[in-house]
């Protein structure tokens, strides 16, 4: 396993051999790191998650509700994460025409 240059947990799954991971693989990180919600599964070896932020709307004096859409790529090493889980992504080179995030993280759930 390499180091990654981010604090994060030791991944526990297996890993496959691909080139197209953070840890075990070649995929260089880099750039933001983004903290949010696993939305869909139905890709392979990616998953689209979800950020939501609040936006505040002077002329009405409310806030506003807006949520932002990413393609992340699920690393093999990582798995196990299913709807609803907290994961960290980071921006690395672009892997397909929308994927241009790797997932890192999966948070510790309670």
Request: proline letters at 4%; charged letters at 35%.
């Amino acid at each position: 396993m390499r180091d990654i240059g981010v604090d994060v947990s030791t991944p526990e799954g297996e890993w496959d051999g691909s080139d197209n991971c953070p840890f075990f693989g070649s995929l260089r990180v880099r750039g933001q790191i983004i903290e949010c919600t696993v939305s869909s599964l139905g890709m392979t070896d990616s998953i689209v998650v979800e950020r939501e932020t609040s936006r505040y709307m002077k002329k009405y004096e409310r806030y506003e509700k807006r949520t932002r859409r990413y393609a992340a790529h699920l690393p093999t090493c990582i798995g196990g994460v299913s709807r609803g889980d907290k994961v960290r992504i980071m921006e690395c080179r672009p892997l397909s025409k929308t994927v241009k995030f790797c997932v890192i993280e999966k948070e510790a759930s309670e």
